[in-house]
Each structure stands twice: as structure tokens, then as C-alpha cells.
């Protein structure tokens, strides 16, 4: 999808440029030509002539090229490629685009191109989640640029959290994805997607819940909708925001979710990637519970209903495909190849999410998809990766 690409790259200031100079690597590899713009803050972490000599092209840097201006240069610059590229997305570049300040070369490029533009934010986990980075998150993604990333680890700054620029592999993959013709092989379809943790009540303020941060479950919506289905979104109070373009339900309990599920119903295919209680407290306290001399309150667990089985077993109404996911933490397929049966469901997507992994709550998953006709073993990859992957295998099946 590369060879004889032109990609114009966008490169932020941040720590995460040096991964620039690999990515321009990685791209060339591939038979793209690759532009590069280095913005002043960029130029403080890579040097323009590392710059250069991996792009095998003059960097440009500045606004105020007379040489440049005088052909226009800094529009030709943004419409010549066929994708714009910008690694690292600084929230300062992000906060630009999004509302149209172009104060710079790199900001007005992106003002004045007519083609796609994917970005790889990377900053500090506060930056990324303050409420004005997603807002400006929220308004590029409706002006149509895509995203890669940020991913989960440690940071240069000593915190922990999103805001890890995406590794350059999965930038080129992405920008393959956004060269590639779009495909819609979902078209017409509804599929119905649950996601997250679910919170079931001791009081109000107390809650059973687990370390599901809904982030699968987003990207598998997000891939589906790619792919032209139309998704109903159920989410529990999850720790990541819904993806754009589907229909989203919010829930709580078990109980609440089952019920949008079967209100969402005739679906063509149901994704059960939530990870609901399987009990909840029997006769939750109105009140809050006080500490007493007496110790401890008893607390009676009764089951919550079963989602998946529930759907699976729909005598009328039921989705032609409904997948579930087996979260283990020891015997994992075993475990995986009992449940698919228990539930009467058609695939099962197995992961093990023991605490070794960091796959429960991080940014990464290894799975293994297990149907009557056999087992798949993915490798470890993104999130976003693993969704693209089962989203094309839900689109077959479905086809």
C-alpha cells in the first residue's frame, strides 16, 4: 500500500520525535517517499539533519521561506501527498487543528491540506486526559482525521498511563489502512457491542466491580463501524470514552445491561466483550454502611443473569453470530473451549489476563479465537489491531 507513496510528515516536539526517525525508516522501507516538517520544538529532540539524511529530503521548518512562498510552497507542501502524517501529535498541535489556529508551518499545512491526516498523539497521561485535549480529540476525529494510538506504559516523565506515542510499526500499519480503499463489507448490518466493567451495588457508595477498562470493547465498536455496520454500544462505567459513530448505551449493573441488550435486539451479530460481575449483593443497603463495633456487614451474593448465554440461547430473535470473551488467568483455552459450549455461543475469544500479562486494563492483547471449526492463536498486538482482526472475521462470516 506504501511503494510509490508520497507521505508528508508532521514531526511535534516531544520526546517521542526520536521514534520519528525510525518511522521515516520504517517508511521508506516500503517504497514511500516521505516529506519531512520539523517543527522549532521538534528540533529541539531531532536534529534536521538526522532528519534529512533518513528522508533522503530537504526538512522544511519554516513559514517565512521566501524561496518556498514564492511558489506557494506551503500549499503545494499540504496537497502534493497522499497522506499527512504527524508523529509525535503534541497536545499544543492537536489544540491548533482542532480549532483552526495556524501560527506555524506545521499548523497552517494542516489548515490548508485537502488529503487525510492521521495523527500519533503522544504527551504527558494528564495532558491526554484533560478534558481540552478531548475535546479537541473529539472535534478532529469529527473533521475526519484518524488516530493512532496513544498507548499505555511508562512515560519519560516518570508517570504511568496513555499518552505513549504508538510504535512506529503500528503508525505504518495505520498509515496502510488510511492509503488502502475503504471497504464496507458491513454495510447494512447491526451489530450489538457490550463493553466494560459493570458496577454492582453494596450501597451508594460502595460497588462490586473489576480492572476491565473497556478499552477492547471500544475498539472492537470502533472497528465495526469502520467497516460499515451499525453498532449499538452498550458500555458499562468504562475507564476509556465510546468510539465515534455508534449508537451508545450507557449502563451499571448487569441487570441493566441485559436488559439494553435485549432492547437493541434483532441484531445480525452480538459481541459480548463486557466484563460483567457474575454476582452482585442480594438486598443492597438504601444507605451507606457505617463501621461498627459488630465488625464486618455479611454480605449475600446472589448470581447476576448471564448476558451471553441468555442471548445464545434466544429461541427467536437470536443473532446469526454471537462471540463471546473468556478472560482466564490459568488453564486459559481450556477453560475457553468449556465455556463456548456451556454458553451455546459461536466463538469465543480467548485471552489470558493473569497479572504477569498486563493485558486486563493495558493497551495490548494476545488471544486465541475458538470456533467449532478450530482454534486461531493471534499474536500479542494492540488493541486496536486484535478489533481489526475480529471485525474482518465477524464481516466473512456474516458475508
Known sequence: MLAGRHILLVIGGGIAAYKALDLIRRLKERGARVTPVLTASGA???????VSALAGEEVHRTLFDLTAEAKMGHIELSRSA?????????????????????????????????????????????????????RNLAALRRDGVLFVGPNQGAMACGEFGYGRMAEPLEIVAAAEGALRPAARPLAGRHVVVTSGPTHEPIDPVRYIANRS?????????????????????????????????????????????????????????????????????DGASGQKLKKGEGGPPSLVLVPNPDILATVAGMQAGRPRLVVGFAAETERVLEHARAKRLRKGCDWIVANDVSPATGIMGGSENAVTLITAMGEEEWPRMGKDAVAARLAARIAEALA
Open 44 to 50: 529541539e529532540f531531532v536534529t534536521p539533519l538526522s
Open 213 to 281: 477498562s473497556g478499552a477492547q470493547g471500544a475498539a472492537i465498536g470502533a472497528a465495526l463501524a469502520a467497516l460499515g455496520a451499525r453498532v449499538t454500544f452498550v458500555t458499562g462505567p468504562a475507564a476509556v470514552p465510546p468510539p465515534e459513530g455508534v449508537e451508545v448505551v450507557r449502563v451499571e449493573r448487569a441487570g441493566e445491561m441485559l436488559d439494553a441488550v435485549r432492547a437493541a435486539l434483532p441484531a445480525d451479530a452480538a459481541v459480548m466483550a463486557a466484563a460483567v460481575a457474575d454476582w452482585r449483593v
Open 82 to 134: 497522499d497522506l499527512v502524517v504527524v508523529a509525535p501529535a503534541t497536545a499544543d498541535l492537536m489544540a491548533r487543528a482542532a480549532n483552526g489556529f495556524a501560527p506555524d508551518l506545521a499548523a497552517t499545512l494542516l489548515l490548508a491540506t485537502d488529503k487525510r491526516v492521521l495523527m500519533a498523539p503522544a504527551m504527558n497521561v494528564r495532558m491526554w486526559e484533560h478534558p481540552a485535549t478531548q
